[in-house]
């Protein structure tokens, strides 16, 4: 019974459950503290601030003291009440041998098993509840009778006697379970909210699960993807090299040919021309003159050619080199070039599926103050009416042009150059766009899409700035017309991605170009 009693002790008189964070009013009586701060704004309502236990008035809403001595013998009861749990609950009267008990009595204090059980008292006051032996949390610590109602003015379980005469009387009660059956639905309703919150948060997770899959799967195909591209340009590299070291070494061969041949040539004219002057040196140094005499008859010729000089033959060897003896450099750098630009080429079809660098300007949609350059890859703003018919096609309202090629399908880009100065927008659109009225511009509309002047992206009027604006002229526009994306890029060095909108397409899209005091260039 004593430790009955100290649990009664550390019963809050709120929830009648052992302390939970105990905390100590002014006047000294002790709640939780999550109870009483329920209590506490229930009277912020009526500014009038009470004790549930003594009914202490305080002029402010007064200040909790966490009490610690209480809150650890609170921990050590816990502690205790756990293994006893853990024991398991038993009957009461079987003091011969332990029986798991089947209910509790309210009123008796004590737990039954099956057998007790059937020869216990039926009256209403014998209240049964399922095996426990915390007794003082089911009866009112004051008048130690049963709690039978529930007061929602102060938040708290009471005793008939708490309600007819104590300090609760004149309140508003309820039968526990009328309580009881209230506080469940509402719980039951935010059990409901909170479910629903749940299964919207675990489709969210799911869903960026999936995503995130998808990314990895893309980016995995991607790296594949752009891995054996890079596998081949450094194939078509070395193949380049070879060919183009190939060339050098051909081209050396057939200029060193010539010059090698007539080299050897030149040696042996060299040897010749050694003798002849050794025999003349012999000459020169003999005192017979008979013999000078005689030998001067008998090589005429070497002394002929001694006269003659070695212009003759510097001249004849001269004649024998190759004109532009020399490595054609040129011919190397338009072989190197060629090759790259191949390369190239292949790498872009490696990476989209077309290279559209064939976009012109379709002249029956231009604004007749709009000046298409004879190549139709150029439009600039003139403010001479260029005198063209009036027709369905074009544009009225704004200075602007389409293209004559629209896509519908694959992946497509172009690149664009613009002017410093003026007002431009390079984009795209339907051909169901207006032609007339203040809506007719690109990005005015649900039905086009560009970058403004550098300085943000538009579509359906609603913009998207561009932070920090460009700062080149140039400007790459990327479609991918199955996957729904149209991506901006600035074509600085590094490349800079502007935006990519997301749509579904729903029809073909033209390239299209809006100029005022400026011009812009489709780029080949």
Same mark, same amino acid.
């Given at each position: 019974?004593?430790?009955?009693? /100290?649990?009664?002790?550390?019963?809050?008189?709120?929830?009648?459950?052992?302390?939970?964070?105990?905390?100590?009013?002014?006047?000294?009586?002790?709640?939780?503290?999550?109870?009483?701060?329920?209590?506490?704004?229930?009277?912020? +309502?009526?500014?009038?601030?009470?004790?549930?236990?003594?009914?202490?008035?305080?002029?402010?809403?007064?200040?909790?003291?966490?009490?610690?001595?209480?809150?650890?013998?609170?921990?050590?009861?816990?502690?205790?009440?756990?293994?006893?749990?853990?024991?398991?609950?038993?009957?009461?009267?079987?003091?011969?041998?332990?029986?798991?008990?089947? +209910? #509790?009595?309210?009123?008796?204090?004590?737990?039954?098993?099956?057998?007790?059980?059937?020869?216990?008292?039926? #009256?209403? =006051?014998?209240?049964?509840?399922?095996?426990?032996?915390?007794?003082? %949390?089911?009866?009112?610590?004051?008048?130690?009778?049963?709690? *039978?109602?529930?007061? $929602?003015?102060?938040?708290?379980?009471?005793?008939?006697?708490?309600?007819?005469?104590? =300090?609760?009387?004149?309140?508003?009660?309820?039968?526990?379970?009328?309580?009881? *059956?209230k506080k469940k639905k509402k719980?039951?309703?935010?059990?409901?909210?909170?479910?629903?919150?749940?299964?919207?948060? =675990?489709?969210?997770?799911?869903?960026?699960?999936?995503?995130?899959?998808?990314?990895? *799967?893309?980016?995995?195909?991607?790296?594949?993807?752009?891995?054996?591209?890079?596998?081949?340009?450094?194939?078509?590299?070395?193949?380049? *090299?070879?060919?183009?070291?190939?060339d050098i070494t051909r081209q @050396?061969?057939?200029?060193?040919?010539?010059?090698?041949?007539?080299?050897?040539?030149?040696?042996?004219?060299?040897?010749?021309?050694?003798?002849?002057?050794?025999?003349?040196?012999?000459?020169? %140094?003999?005192?017979?003159?008979?013999?000078?005499? @005689?030998?001067?008859?008998?090589?005429? &010729?070497?002394?002929?050619?001694?006269?003659?000089?070695?212009?003759?033959?510097?001249?004849?060897?001269?004649? @024998?080199?190759?004109?532009?003896?020399? /490595?054609?450099?040129?011919?190397?750098?338009?072989?190197?070039?060629?090759?790259?630009?191949?390369?190239?080429?292949?790498?872009?079809?490696?990476?989209?599926?077309?290279?559209?660098?064939?976009?012109? /300007? &379709?002249?029956?949609?231009?604004?007749?103050?709009?000046?298409?350059?004879?190549? @139709?890859?150029?439009?600039?703003?003139?403010?001479?009416?260029?005198?063209?018919?009036?027709?369905?096609?074009?544009?009225?309202?704004?200075?602007?042009v389409l293209s004559t090629r629209?896509? #519908?399908?694959?992946?497509?880009?172009?690149?664009?150059?613009?002017?410093?100065?003026?007002?431009?927008?390079?984009?795209?659109?339907?051909?169901?766009?207006?032609?007339?009225?203040?809506?007719?511009?690109?990005?005015?509309?649900?039905?086009?899409?560009?970058?403004?002047?550098?300085?943000?992206?538009?579509?359906?009027?609603?913009? $998207?700035?561009?932070?920090?604006?460009?700062?080149?002229?140039?400007?790459?526009? /990327?479609?991918?017309?199955?996957?729904?994306?149209?991506?901006?890029?600035?074509?600085?060095?590094?490349?800079?991605?502007?935006?990519?909108?997301?749509?579904?397409?729903?029809?073909?899209?033209?390239?299209?170009?809006?100029?005022?005091?400026?011009?812009?260039?489709?780029?080949?």
């Amino acid at each position: 019974m004593a430790s009955a009693d /100290l649990k009664e002790e550390l019963t809050c008189s709120i929830c009648l459950s052992i302390y939970t964070d105990p905390v100590t009013l002014s006047c000294g009586h002790n709640f939780c503290r999550g109870c009483i701060e329920i209590v506490l704004g229930t009277q912020e +309502k009526c500014a009038c601030y009470t004790c549930p236990e003594c009914r202490e008035n305080f002029s402010n809403r007064p200040r909790l003291q966490r009490n610690l001595k209480l809150h650890n013998i609170v921990a050590t009861i816990l502690l205790s009440q756990k293994d006893q749990n853990n024991m398991g609950i038993f009957c009461t009267y079987c003091v011969h041998s332990p029986v798991p008990a089947a +209910k #509790s009595c309210m009123l008796c204090e004590a737990s039954l098993c099956d057998a007790h059980l059937k020869v216990h008292s039926k #009256s209403e =006051e014998h209240v049964l509840t399922e095996p426990t032996t915390s007794w003082g %949390n089911r009866k009112c610590s004051k008048h130690k009778k049963l709690l *039978e109602y529930y007061c $929602t003015e102060d938040a708290a379980c009471i005793c008939v006697s708490c309600s007819l005469a104590g =300090e609760h009387r004149g309140h508003q009660v309820e039968l526990l379970n009328e309580a009881s *059956e209230k506080k469940k639905k509402k719980l039951r309703n935010v059990l409901q909210k909170l479910t629903t919150k749940r299964e919207k948060t =675990e489709k969210r997770v799911q869903s960026l699960q999936e995503h995130r899959r998808g990314v990895q *799967e893309k980016a995995a195909g991607v790296t594949e993807r752009l891995t054996a591209l890079i596998r081949d340009i450094r194939k078509q590299l070395e193949d380049l *090299e070879k060919r183009v070291l190939s060339d050098i070494t051909r081209q @050396q061969e057939q200029v060193l040919l010539p010059i090698s041949d007539l080299i050897q040539q030149l040696e042996k004219e060299k040897d010749e021309l050694t003798r002849k002057i050794c025999h003349i040196e012999e000459l020169c %140094n003999m005192t017979d003159s008979l013999t000078v005499l @005689q030998e001067q008859e008998s090589h005429r &010729d070497d002394f002929c050619g001694a006269e003659k000089g070695d212009h003759e033959v510097t001249q004849r060897g001269d004649k @024998q080199v190759p004109a532009g003896g020399d /490595l054609d450099e040129g011919l190397i750098s338009e072989t190197l070039y060629r090759g790259l630009a191949d390369i190239v080429t292949d790498v872009k079809k490696g990476l989209y599926e077309q290279v559209t660098s064939d976009i012109i /300007l &379709d002249i029956n949609t231009a604004h007749i103050n709009a000046i298409v350059s004879g190549d @139709q890859k150029t439009v600039s703003y003139t403010d001479i009416d260029q005198q063209r018919p009036d027709t369905p096609e074009r544009f009225t309202k704004y200075v602007q042009v389409l293209s004559t090629r629209s896509f #519908s399908s694959g992946q497509h880009y172009w690149d664009v150059k613009t002017s410093h100065s003026g007002h431009w927008c390079v984009g795209v659109c339907y051909p169901s766009i207006v032609r007339t009225g203040d809506n007719s511009g690109i990005g005015d509309n649900d039905k086009s899409w560009c970058v403004d002047c550098g300085h943000f992206l538009l579509h359906n009027t609603i913009e $998207t700035s561009i932070d920090p604006p460009l700062s080149c002229d140039r400007v790459r526009i /990327l479609l991918d017309y199955e996957a729904g994306r149209l991506s901006f890029y600035e074509l600085c060095d590094p490349i800079r991605h502007l935006h990519t909108y997301t749509e579904t397409f729903t029809e073909p899209l033209h390239a299209a170009f809006y100029v005022f005091n400026a011009w812009v260039r489709v780029m080949s």
